[in-house]
């Protein structure tokens, strides 16, 4: 498996403080079957502002050294949303903004009370720049949750979504684990991530996600958001799985 949405590098976010606990954070995804990670600092988000991907990706070389590829640490960012990201994507190499694993998928957060107005236009010109936003944790949305409609029109113009294991298996409520099931029936999931930060706050939890995916939702659901997407999502390539939408066994 791959997890696109991992909090790894010590001391720039509110992932790992320490070299130790970064490289605990990760084994604990190789162990469970996990072979690569991509790290997703916050970026432009607060206090964490992160711009300069150079010093990202010394942090990645480190753990990558660290690790000895096991799993593999590869680059991202989790930029927080503001309209100013076209101009950002504009700046080429001189962006703070950096794809999945360089790819042309940037994955985007949204504030959790509600969905900016200005996201369908923006979408849609990141789209004519060759940028695909992946949607992070729609689910823990209130905008979403309410108005699902909402992130169908963005994925109708080309973002995809990505839920979080831990809501998946009820670990930020009852409302989050809904939206979950209520997403994936509209074929809006695209993949999951455990948006790991810590063994003992938000532990990677892929491996459980992915039996539950599969339990309700049939195997080839499981495959697709947990393998051939994440991998297509690397390559750079487009997703290949559209969704899940019928339960196992109907």
């Not at 050294?65 to 991202?76: F, S």
């Not at 949305?141 to 009820?170: D, K, M, W, Y």
């Not at 993949?191 to 706050?201: M, N, Q």
């Not at 697709?224 to 196992?248: H, M, Q, Y």
């Amino acid at each position: 498996m791959i997890d696109p949405h991992f909090h790894c590098l010590p001391g720039i976010d509110d992932g790992p403080e320490t070299w130790d606990e970064a490289v605990a954070l990760c084994r604990a995804a190789d162990a469970a079957g996990t072979r690569s990670v991509i790290a997703t600092p916050h970026v432009l988000r607060g206090s964490w502002v992160n711009d300069d991907p150079a010093v990202r990706d010394g942090l990645v070389t480190k753990l990558n050294a660290l690790l000895d590829g096991r799993p593999a640490v590869l680059p991202g960012c989790e930029y927080y949303f503001s309209p100013d990201v076209v101009q950002l994507v504009e700046r080429g190499r001189w962006s703070p903004l950096t794809g999945l694993n360089r790819s042309r998928y940037l994955l985007v957060e949204f504030p959790s009370s509600d969905v900016p107005a200005a996201a369908e236009a923006v979408f849609h010109e990141l789209s004519l720049l060759g940028v695909t936003p992946v949607v992070a944790h729609p689910e823990r949305n209130a905008g979403f949750v309410r108005e699902p409609r909402l992130l169908e029109r963005l994925v109708s113009r080309g973002a995809v979504a990505q839920i979080t294991a831990g809501s998946l298996l009820g670990e930020f409520g009852r409302t989050a684990q809904l939206a979950c099931d209520e997403l994936m029936r509209r074929r809006l999931v695209h993949l999951v991530g455990s948006d790991a930060h810590s063994l003992d706050r938000r532990p990677p939890r892929l491996v459980e996600a992915r039996a539950l995916i599969a339990s309700r939702w049939g195997e080839d659901s499981g495959k697709g958001i947990f393998e051939a997407n994440p991998e297509a999502l690397v390559r750079s390539d487009r997703l290949p799985w559209p969704g899940a939408g019928v339960p196992a066994g109907s």
